[in-house]
Nanobody, 121 residues
Framework: YQLVESGGGLVQLGGSLRLSCVAY????????IGWFRRAPGKEREEVAC????????EYVDAVKGRFTISRDNVKNTVYLQMNSLKPDDAGVYYC???????????????WGKGTLVTVSA
């Protein structure tokens, strides 16, 4: 089972990026997917999560109104649309899968290797 993130890069302050998380070797249909980030010098934190059905989403307060998590189970892909990016949004973004519903970091079953987001002032 493998998760592969893409879409990271360098973006100007206030800009947008869309991250993708594609699953290989298994069907995401029954998995909740979380996006986590590790900023330089900080611990990894969860920024968003979406349930297996897509009907339930969760966001950390710092990204509410700016980030949107969505999924396309036909494409076996979960997205994170990030708008109005700030310097604090920079870091390595990871997607992770957990069966059925969103869980804390320790409860996630599968992890990608991450994609780097850099925000320039």
């Amino acid at each position: 089972y493998q998760l592969v993130e893409s879409g990271g890069g360098l973006v100007q302050l206030g800009g947008s990026l869309r991250l993708s998380c594609v699953a290989y070797g298994f069907n995401l249909e029954h998995y909740a997917i979380g996006w986590f980030r590790r900023a330089p010098g900080k611990e990894r934190e969860e920024v968003a999560c979406i349930s297996d059905s897509g009907r339930r989403t969760e966001y950390v307060d710092a990204v509410k109104g700016r980030f949107t998590i969505s999924r396309d189970n036909v494409k076996n892909t979960v997205y994170l649309q990030m708008n109005s990016l700030k310097p604090d949004d920079a870091g390595v973004y990871y997607c992770a899968a957990a069966l059925l519903f969103c869980r804390p970091e320790s409860g996630m079953d599968y992890w990608g290797k991450g994609t780097l987001v850099t925000v320039s002032a």
